[in-house]
């Protein structure tokens, strides 16, 4: 391969995905990602400040309008005690949403790591990782949580934890593929003959470059998260009472489903609308993510009105091979002279 020498009046410009981070949300961010981003948004700022503006004390009880409909001093009515169904909406965010914000942390903890280290260092790295990754993924998560529930008790946050090891799994294959295709690119190659350490290479060109894909996976995982948690408690296995939380809401009102069937109204729809924001939340910056890179050429003023002459065109690679070794004056994967590249 021949590279044409790179003039100094022309800039090859490389467009990496961190570059274009900001743009790439905002694209994202458009109708529906919008909505999606603000509702989760405004539900997580809710549930951590939700002592300050509480209308009620969670446990607060008016024995005087209990199963009350949607008033002006319960706007959204009161459970089978006069509970506050607002408040304990509220109270109970954080012990829904937190754990599973829990789960993708521990789930990306562990597999973007071993997908990285997988990429990196080949083929027996792979394979093991690989057999982690299907144990992980063969075990029935379900029946794992409860049998961790039967041996270790109701934790919330234990629990979340034991579902982000078996995410973990998933996580793992989509991100392998990403992170070898991103190895093969010619700026880490570029990079890494110039010296580069593999950590500045991963946190630099590999993980930059898989910022839409980590995006789409936590809003994917998150969801699952708050889904799991809720049918935990659905089933008992949430906070203990009188410790509120969706799914023990939903439990709770599901005992008054014939003689108040507005009770599990407000609760359901939260954790409705939460999921369904975050899955569209995902859909939305997967389609808005756009291309991961671009190489383009930008001639100086003087030479943008010149014609230029057949077959003189720069592809993208030729152009940033050239850069690299106009930059560096040499490079061991490359014959290198004056700027020029032959390979």
Not at 54 to 83: C, F, I, V
Not at 304 to 331: F, M, N, Q, S
Request: net charge positive; glycine share 12%; hydrophobic share 50%.
């Amino acid at each position: 391969m021949t590279a044409s020498p790179v003039s100094p009046a022309s800039t090859a410009t490389t467009v990496p995905a961190r570059g274009h981070a900001l743009r790439r949300t905002g694209r994202a961010l458009r109708g529906g990602g919008l909505l999606a981003a603000g509702w989760l948004v405004l539900l997580l700022l809710a549930s951590l400040t939700a002592a300050w503006w509480e209308p009620y004390q969670t446990d607060a009880q008016d024995s005087a309008h209990t199963l009350a409909g949607p008033s002006g001093s319960h706007w959204l009515g009161t459970d089978e005690l006069g509970r506050d169904v607002l408040t304990r909406i509220a109270a109970g965010s954080w012990i829904s949403v937190g754990p599973a914000l829990l789960a993708v942390v521990v789930a990306f903890g562990i597999g973007i790591p071993l997908a990285l280290a997988a990429a990196e260092h080949g083929r027996w790295v792979e394979r093991g990782s690989s057999r982690f990754a299907e144990l992980l993924l063969a075990l029935p998560a379900i029946v794992i949580l409860l049998a961790f529930v039967g041996a270790v008790g109701v934790h919330p946050w234990a629990i979340m934890t034991v579902l982000g090891v078996l995410l973990s799994a998933p996580v793992y294959r989509v991100f392998l593929i990403q992170a070898q295709s991103l190895r093969t690119r010619l700026y880490v190659d570029a990079a890494r003959v110039n010296g580069v350490s593999s950590a500045q290479v991963n946190l630099r060109h590999v993980l930059p470059g898989m910022l839409t894909a980590i995006a789409v996976q936590a809003a994917q995982l998150f969801a699952i998260g708050v889904l799991i948690e809720a049918g935990l408690a659905f089933m008992g296995f949430g906070p203990s009472v009188p410790s509120p939380s969706w799914g023990g809401l939903i439990a709770a009102a599901s005992q008054h489903i014939y003689d108040d069937p507005w009770l599990m109204v407000p609760t359901g729809l939260v954790l409705a609308l939460t999921v369904i924001a975050a899955n569209v939340l995902a859909d939305a910056v997967g389609t808005g993510g756009g291309e991961r890179e671009r190489v383009r050429l930008r001639p100086s003023a003087p030479e943008r009105g010149k014609r230029r002459p057949a077959g003189a065109g720069h592809t993208g690679a030729r152009v940033l091979v050239g850069r690299w070794c106009y930059r560096y004056g040499r490079c061991d994967s490359f014959r290198c002279r004056g700027g020029r590249a032959d390979g």
